[in-house]
C-alpha cells in the first residue's frame, strides 16, 4: 500500500468497502465494487481484495445469486464506526457509488423480449422500470427480426428518452392541433 493517500491500513480499506457497499444498497458484481471503492490513491488491488474476502467470510458482505450485498452485520459496522474516514475520502466514496447506483439502475431497469408468432407476426415486448415500479409496457407489431432487433437494440440504450418521448406526447393537448 502506497503512502500517498489517507487509507493506511486494511482496516481502513475494509470499512471503504462496507461504507460504498451500504451507499450503493443493491447487490453488486465484484467488478462494481473495485471500480466504486478506488477512490484513495492508497488503494491496491491485492490488499482490497483481500479486505473483501475477509468481510465476505465474516459475514460483513453476503454473496447472493444476484450479487454481493452488505449484511446487516455489515451496515452495523458503517453505523458504528461512521467517523472512521476522512470526509474528502467519504465525499468521492458516495459519489463514485451514486454513479454506480446509477449506471446499475439503467442497465438493468429496460427490459426487452420478442415473441414471433407466425411467419411475418413478430412482437417486441419492451417495458421500463425504476427498480420497484413498472413505468412502461409497450408491446410492438413488426414484420421481419430485422425490425425487432432495431426496437430492441434502441429501446435498451434509449429506454429514458423513448419514455420522455411518449409520455410528453401523450401529455400534449392534441385539441389545439
Given at each position: 500500500m ?25 447487490p453488486?458484481?465484484l ?10 490513491d ?45 470526509p474528502?475520502?467519504?465525499r468521492k ?12 439502475k439503467r ?12 411467419e ?28 425487432a ?17 411518449v ?7 392534441y385539441?389545439?392541433?
Amino acid at each position: 500500500m502506497s503512502g500517498n493517500g489517507y487509507i493506511r491500513d486494511e482496516l481502513d480499506i475494509k470499512f471503504l468497502i462496507l461504507f460504498v457497499m451500504a451507499e450503493i444498497n443493491m447487490p453488486v458484481s465484484l467488478d462494481d465494487v473495485f471500480g466504486t471503492v478506488f477512490v484513495d490513491d492508497a488503494m491496491d488491488y491485492f490488499s482490497t481484495s483481500s479486505a473483501f474476502y475477509d468481510l465476505i467470510n465474516s459475514g460483513h458482505i453476503n454473496d447472493t445469486p444476484e450479487g454481493y450485498l452488505i449484511s446487516l452485520k455489515g451496515r452495523d459496522a458503517v453505523e458504528t464506526y461512521s467517523d472512521r474516514l476522512p470526509p474528502s475520502v467519504k465525499r468521492k466514496a458516495q459519489q463514485a457509488a451514486l454513479q454506480t447506483t446509477v449506471r446499475i439502475k439503467r442497465e438493468n431497469s429496460p427490459s426487452c423480449t420478442v415473441e414471433e408468432k407466425g411467419e411475418r407476426n413478430i412482437v417486441v415486448k419492451m417495458s421500463i422500470s425504476d427498480g420497484k415500479n413498472e413505468l412502461m409496457n409497450l408491446e410492438m407489431l413488426v414484420v421481419n427480426r430485422e425490425q425487432a432487433h432495431v426496437l430492441e437494440t434502441n429501446f435498451k440504450t434509449n429506454a429514458d428518452k423513448i419514455y420522455n418521448a411518449v409520455l410528453n406526447d401523450l401529455l400534449k393537448d392534441y385539441k389545439k392541433n
